[in-house]
């Protein structure tokens, strides 16, 4: 079958690693300035956590979403369903691959259970540097209660729920996805080959560096 004229555009080109860990680089400094700097600046100024979160977390997750879509326009690829699909591969999962991705999931969460009661909790914890004080609390706000989140009471107020699932959680999940695995990963496979998941796996685990702490007294 012949394509569409309206998706035709610039080859998908390689990226070689040097560029890849760039790509990987900047957003990660990003997300650690915005975390570790700007969130305990707001929390310090008096802000409600719920603004905190909005202001600190919200919008590096949308600056990843926005950042595919502009490689898609620099591919001169159309806003269009038929090339947004194309691109970031967000076709029908064939049967193969879904029972691809159930295996490595019950894989991931039996390794991650064995080395939890096998080792000692000292010695799988990664210690790099220590949270600010501010955002260890705010991560254990976070966890909210059954009765309220980030100092909003949740009795009868489904519009919570609704902006964080149509919200931070969608971008959380189109933006990380769209970027490391939509754009870059493809160019990834032009220049490395089979070798492309493993590279950005890895690069995507350095992304979340800001997490690994030492333990606060």
Sequence with gaps: MKPSSSV????????????????????????????????????????????????AFVPPLALLLIAALVGLRLERRPFTWPAIRDRFRLGRMSGYAWLWMVGVF????????????????????????????????????????DKDFLGISLAGRWWIFLYFILGPFALNIFGEEL??????????????????????GLLWDFFHIFYHQTEIP
């Design 106 to 145: 019950v894989f991931v969460i039996a390794t991650s259970a064995a080395i939890d009661y096998l080792l000692p909790s000292s010695q799988t914890t990664l210690r790099l540097f220590t949270w600010p004080k501010e955002f260890a609390n705010f991560m254990q706000a976070l966890r909210g209660t």
């Design 8 to 55: 035709s555009s610039s080859p998908i080109r390689p990226i070689s690693v040097p560029a890849t860990i760039l790509l990987f680089a900047v957003p990660s400094a990003l997300f650690s300035i915005s975390y570790l700097v700007l969130l305990p600046f707001l929390i310090r100024k008096g802000l409600s956590p719920f603004a905190v979160f909005n202001l």
């Design 179 to 200: 970027w490391w695995r939509g754009y870059i990963l493809p160019r990834q496979e032009l220049a490395q080959g089979c070798w492309a998941w493993l590279i950005n």
